[in-house]
């Protein structure tokens, strides 16, 4: 072959190995790609000021580990009753001193986020005593661990009675309602950070600094609950700065970082947290007691990413938005919407659209590509719910993920991303689906 004749060959290969080729391998037509780059180019400032939040983050986690002298030792796990666990008593040092609280539990024990919130919660009230939600109406799972869904098991069986405060039209706290429904029998006001599955905007930081500081003033003795759920390293900020005396969340979200394969934290004060402890475990035992077995590693590694992880899932939730609202979806922030949690909703309006959108994401996964997600009867859920996840975690919502119930407005809330890269392809596969099925107008 002559020098020239070399050339052209390898020309042609490297023509191949562009990135608009490999995503033309995987799906996505040009017409797509030629959208998505434009959407991308006008995103530059707003990822830019994830990034920076996410450098903040980073340096507040590894100061939390250099202050607990975090050695290979802690990677050590233990077995059996799991005593002088240092790896895993100072993971939950490290926690404290990122969460800025006396004192953290975070256990693999705590099988997941509506178990570490019925925790909080079962630990710190008592027959007799009220709690309020101040942020309308909680989680959907939450609803038959107080007992608004009579339950087995409920709080509402314990003696333990439940009022709600709905938040005002514009999704902010309505103070002169939270006023009035504190009873002098109300022991604890819970506060929801991220939208979950309703379509009210999620809570900043700021507003649920200013709600605690009103409860705190009227009544210092309630205790403030604040469910973190997706909100962690969303901010440089978290709500246990401004008083909250417990914050909650689930590994397998955001601080996990991916990493951690199971797991829940509650950081807070150490009177909040001891009860917690000997609740999860045993009174006397506490948290004396929990073997990490393998997991501390994944643990602080997880915690470690989490920051960056979080910022990936951010471009990835502000990409969706500003694609599908140019093509008349309504999102949930909005495009331009300041950010308080990773999840978007995109509400399609019909079955149909959901589905497309769930198919999208699930094949776009690294994990289970091939399989095509159904709506099914999910245990603590009203109605069916479809979910797509490819996960490397089972169940991971920091991972690329979207779920959503059948029902109006056929919302899909889409969530995570280990990586920036694998979000944009996710969005845009699920795009295409979309597109394919002739449920994109203008296309
Ligand atoms: C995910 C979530 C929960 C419950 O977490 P699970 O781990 O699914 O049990 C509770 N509250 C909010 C706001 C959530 O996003």
């Given at each position: 072959?002559?020098e ?24 996505i ?157 109300t ?56 008083g909250?005396?417990m914050?909650?969340?689930?590994l ?120 095509t ?29 979207a ?10 809330y ?21 597109a394919?099925?002739g ?5």
């Amino acid at each position: 072959m002559t020098e020239q004749g070399r050339e052209a060959q390898i020309q042609k290969i490297l023509e191949k190995y562009t990135t608009q080729g490999f995503y033309e391998q995987m799906g996505i037509s040009p017409g797509v790609l030629k959208i998505s780059e434009e959407v991308c180019g006008h995103l530059k400032e707003r990822f830019a000021q994830f990034d920076q939040t996410a450098e903040a983050n980073q340096l507040k986690v590894i100061g939390a580990m250099q202050k607990n002298r975090i050695s290979a030792e802690h990677f050590n796990g233990s077995t059996g009753y799991g005593y002088n666990d240092a790896g895993r008593d100072d993971l939950e040092k490290v926690y404290a001193d990122t969460f800025h609280t006396e004192d953290a539990l975070v256990r693999t024990q705590i099988t997941c986020g509506t178990h570490a919130l019925s925790l909080a919660l079962g630990a710190n009230l008592r027959p007799g005593d009220e709690m309020v939600s101040i942020s309308g109406k909680p989680y959907d799972t939450l609803e038959e661990v107080i007992g608004i869904r009579p339950s087995r098991g409920s709080l509402a069986e314990y003696g333990i009675t439940y009022n709600q405060v709905e938040l005002k039209e514009d999704g902010s706290f309505d103070f002169d309602a939270i006023r009035n429904a504190l009873r002098p029998r109300t022991r604890l006001a819970a506060i929801q950070r991220s939208k979950g599955y309703l379509t009210r905007p999620s809570l900043s930081v700021d507003q649920i600094a200013e709600a605690i500081a009103f409860v705190k003033e009227l009544r210092p003795d309630i205790i403030i609950m604040v469910d973190n759920c997706y909100g962690e390293f969303v901010d440089v900020c978290e709500p246990s700065d401004f008083g909250a005396d417990m914050t909650v969340g689930s590994l397998i979200k955001n601080p996990g970082g991916g990493l951690a394969p199971m797991g829940g934290y509650i950081a807070g004060t150490k009177e909040c947290v001891e009860n917690c402890a000997v609740r999860l475990t045993s009174p006397g035992l506490g948290r004396e007691v929990g073997a990490s077995l393998e997991v501390n590693r994944s643990l602080y590694q997880g915690l470690f990413l989490a920051p960056t992880v979080t910022a990936g899932a951010l471009k990835g939730a502000v990409f969706a938005a500003n694609l599908f609202e140019r093509f008349g979806f309504r999102c949930i922030p909005d495009a331009s919407e300041r950010r308080n949690d990773i999840i978007q909703a995109i509400e399609f309006g019909t079955p149909e659209g959901l589905k497309r959108f769930c198919e999208g994401i699930q094949a776009a996964a690294p994990v289970d590509s091939y399989v095509t997600p159904e709506p099914w009867a999910m245990p603590g859920y009203d109605s069916d719910v479809i979910m797509a996840a490819g996960a490397f975690i089972q169940g991971s919502s920091i991972e690329l993920s979207a779920d959503g119930p059948l029902h109006e407005p056929y919302a899909a809330y889409f969530q995570g991303g280990l990586t920036w890269e694998h979000a944009k392809f996710g969005i845009l596969k699920a795009f295409q689906k979309l597109a394919d099925a002739g449920l994109i107008r203008e296309l």
